[in-house]
């Protein structure tokens, strides 16, 4: 392994516990084992009551599992936590004018700071929304962006998630449960509360709806109830008080859509969709989708209907114009990026891909378009044999893959099977965009509960813990 | 209110209501299939249980005999059997699971948690305590999901749609389970049976349907078989009756009446008023068995307008 030094985010490196930790450390250890043994039994027969559950790709239809639920919190410092807003802030205003620059006048291409083929050759770019004016110019009115901290204790955003990104509702759960498993921790901290976000939601749906419509119509639009994600669709929807619909409960009649109601047809306004670009219209994008609306993509153009997020956001989101977030920033907002971006090889590049055949025991690897860990390599935590294999489809395909160091992701207490060991994790924080950019504090901690794994996804085996902000 | 979460509420709760209604007919043809009197000859009586269940066929293409042990254990764990109490009650679960977000939390849980118990139910088990103590479970869990739904839910169109279903299946079942118990045991027609054996067959079936003490305080008189038509046929207040469920399904509809609902409200105000003020002996007269069967297609014939006028998604 290349990497020795991680950030532990309980303790410094002397083995003292940091400041904001104290609190919960004391607990932790007033708190007799078979106490906490019996808690974290009821949180998991509890989330299994609630259904709180994820379907698995690949397996059985219909298999569900539970992600699992870590009961020590990652704790941020509120001061922290201010300088991280302020970076994601930025970073997501900036994301949003970058899209909307792409669909107009593209002068961030004009003036030469990222090669126009990279984004107009992109699968991501959706040439039908050229030309096409959304309300407030605002493009991904939900952005989850995944940020990890480093070595030193430095964050890097990791990835920018603006087309579907998911995760809310296990933060607004796991907050639940660790609420009703442990009232106590509340009572002795000050943590910043979340609950709220899907009144935020809603009030950024409305904010972006069609001008003119008074009383907009706001829906959730899921895949259906097989979709990995179904759990968090349904929650949302519920949350906000809106109707919870798939593409057979909607139609689109004179460039406006309609759903199917037991009173007759009803209109609608914003579509908070789960589906993603390629599955929304048979007209318009994949003609097999069973799942999308015949007409959707009309009525969206004629300015009929907000997608939330809009068409399109995977060109800003994508691997490939991922090095050059720090770039926009400083074009559009003439200001310098807040959050670090993990330095990247574009194995496209000849010097680059040189560079990362070179060095593939220390690097990541990642698929360009892919998702969900899927499709990487992690060069450290790799055998021989897997490098050689990979190094193979890196030489056949260099186009697909970009490269980064292999960042020494911090680390948090976490529980195993043999007690208590650390574990690497990263946080998904929201931005929610319309007429305003807003927040809750904290996100989504996610962490790699297998030994030494980077890898955080709940596909491959990540869970979750609750994110505590402390207020100052 | 969306036609597809309707369809869901409508087949949710019709399902809950299945599952509880089989399991009191298993429950009260398990009763009679241990009494003495029945001796050995246990397998006419299942086999004419799942005749009216129409799940003979099903049940034949598996199983040469109707031992207990066979008919229990396809009726309560079989997965290719759309009758059993697990496809039930896996189906109430799936439905729920399709429109959690429309339910009361508490509402899903109930579901959820059902599901996740019969899953883990193994035949093994179930013999351990006793199919008896099996059925008590399922009817209980209904009872839990039907409070939990009036005592959480908003008295809206969900709420409606849901009494709908329970009702309309009611009225179906109510009527198998009659029918069941009348087909080998028309009034009068079995001279040899003994007084006792009578009792038994009368009293289980009271039981089964939870009338028993109600039939006492009603009647403060001996069973007879006319007298427990009438109670479950057309007594309006006794709760799992024909009338009671009728005037249910009739109440509730029109409450979501929409724009192309007038005939099917008609056809269930005219069925509900037959029962309202019929007589048990003009039934008689016209012959049970038939009688009974054109009431259930007359509840599919209503089962498939509700679909129609509001389940199914149309355009218009």
């Not at chain 2, 996740?116 to 199919?131: H, V």
């Not at chain 2, 409606?160 to 329970?166: A, D, Y």
């Not at chain 2, 409200?265 to 069925?271: F, M, P, S, T, W």
Request: hydrophobic share 40%.
């Amino acid at each position: 392994m290349a990497i020795t030094k991680f950030f532990n985010e309980m303790t410094a490196d002397d083995g003292s516990v940091r400041s904001h930790y104290a609190g919960y450390a004391k607990w932790l250890n007033e708190t007799p084992a078979d106490r906490i043994e019996r808690k974290r039994a009821e949180a998991d027969a509890l989330f299994h009551r609630y259904g709180i559950t994820f379907a698995v790709y690949g397996e059985e239809s219909g298999t569900e599992r539970l992600i699992p639920f870590d009961i020590i919190p990652r704790i941020i410092p509120a001061k922290e936590w201010k300088g991280l807003e302020a970076g994601l802030r930025q970073r997501v205003k900036a994301l949003n004018t970058f899209i909307h620059d792409i669909y107009h006048d593209q002068e961030i291409l004009k003036a030469g700071h990222i090669p126009a083929d990279q984004v107009l050759k992109n699968a991501q770019y959706r040439p039908e929304m050229q030309g096409v004016n959304v309300p407030c110019d605002i493009y991904a009115h939900i952005a989850g962006v995944d940020v990890v901290r480093a070595g030193a204790g430095e964050f890097y955003v990791l990835e920018d998630n603006l087309r579907v990104p998911s995760g809310v509702s296990y933060m607004l759960e796991d907050r639940r449960m660790m609420m009703r498993l442990f009232p106590e921790l509340f009572a002795r901290h000050r943590v910043a509360p979340v609950e709220h976000y899907p009144d935020m939601l809603l009030h950024t749906l409305r904010s972006v709806a069609p001008v003119g419509v008074a009383d907009p119509t706001v829906v959730v639009m899921t895949p259906g109830a097989y979709n990995s994600a179904y759990f968090e669709h349904a929650f949302l929807a519920q949350q906000m008080g809106v109707e919870l619909v798939e593409g057979q409960d909607l139609f689109v009649e004179d460039d406006q859509v309609f759903m199917r109601t037991t009173q007759g047809p009803r209109r609608v306004d914003v579509i908070y969709r789960r589906v993603d670009d390629d599955f929304l219209d048979p007209q318009a994008f994949r003609k097999d989708s069973m799942i999308g609306v015949p007409g959707l993509l009309k009525a969206y153009r004629a300015g009929r209907v907000t997608l939330s997020n809009a068409i399109g956001t995977g060109v800003a989101d994508d691997k490939s114009i991922y090095p050059y977030v720090p770039e926009m920033i400083r074009f559009y907002l003439g200001e310098e990026p807040i959050l670090n971006n993990v330095p990247t090889y574009m194995c496209r590049k000849p010097e680059d891909l040189a560079y990362t055949l070179a060095h593939l025991p220390e690097l990541v690897v990642k698929e360009v378009h892919g998702a969900g860990g899927y499709g990487m390599l992690v060069g450290p935590a790799s055998t021989k044999e897997q490098i050689e294999s990979f190094r193979k489809h890196l030489e056949a395909n260099p186009d697909k893959y970009i490269s980064q160091p292999t960042l020494a992701l911090s680390n948090c207490p976490t529980f195993v099977e043999n007690g208590i060991a650390p574990r690497h994790l990263d946080l998904r924080p929201f931005v929610l965009s319309g007429t305003e950019i807003q927040m809750v504090p904290g996100g989504l901690t996610r962490v790699a509960l297998r030994e030494g794994s980077l890898v955080v996804n709940s596909s491959q085996g990540g869970g979750t813990k609750d994110t505590w902000v402390l207020e100052a | 209110m969306l036609s597809r979460t309707a369809d869901h509420l409508f087949w949710m709760a019709r399902y809950m209501e299945r599952a509880e209604n089989t399991a009191r007919i298993l429950d009260v043809t398990y009763r009679l299939s241990l009494l003495p009197q029945n001796g050995e000859d246990v397998e006419p009586m299942w086999a004419g249980m799942l005749k009216i269940m129409e799940l003979q066929d099903t049940f034949l293409a598996k199983h040469p005999r109707h031992t207990t042990e066979a008919v229990l254990e396809f009726m309560i764990f079989d997965r290719d059997n759309p009758g059993s109490i697990y496809r039930c009650l896996r189906a109430t679960r799936e439905n729920a699971h399709a429109v959690r977000g429309t339910l009361t939390s508490e509402l899903w849980e109930t579901s959820n948690a059902t599901w996740l118990k019969m899953r883990d139910l193994t035949p093994a088990k179930l013999w351990e305590n006793g199919p008896g103590a099996f059925f008590e479970w399922v009817k209980y869990r209904s009872h839990l999901s039907r409070g939990v739904t009036i005592g959480t839910m908003l008295q809206d169109e969900a709420l409606r749609f849901i009494r709908l279903g329970t009702f309309l299946e009611r009225a179906d079942n109510t009527a198998r389970i009659l029918e069941v118990k009348y087909l080998n045991l028309l009034p009068g027609t079995d001279e040899d049976a003994t007084q006792a054996n009578d009792y038994y067959q009368w009293s289980a079936l009271l039981q089964s349907v939870s009338a028993f003490e109600v039939y006492r305080k009603v009647y403060r008189d001996q069973i007879t078989p006319l007298r427990v038509a009438e109670l479950l046929i057309l007594r309006a207040d006794m709760p799992r009756s024909l009338a009671r469920s009728m005037k249910e399904v009739y109440s509730n509809l029109t409450r979501v009446s929409n724009a192309r609902s007038a005939e099917t409200e008609r056809l269930a105000g005219e069925l509900e008023s037959h029962l309202r003020f019929g007589r048990i002996e003009r039934i008689f007269e016209v012959g049970f068995r038939n009688y009974l069967e054109d009431f259930r297609d007359r509840i599919f014939d209503l089962g498939c307008r509700i679909s129609e006028d509001f389940l199914i998604p149309a355009r218009a």
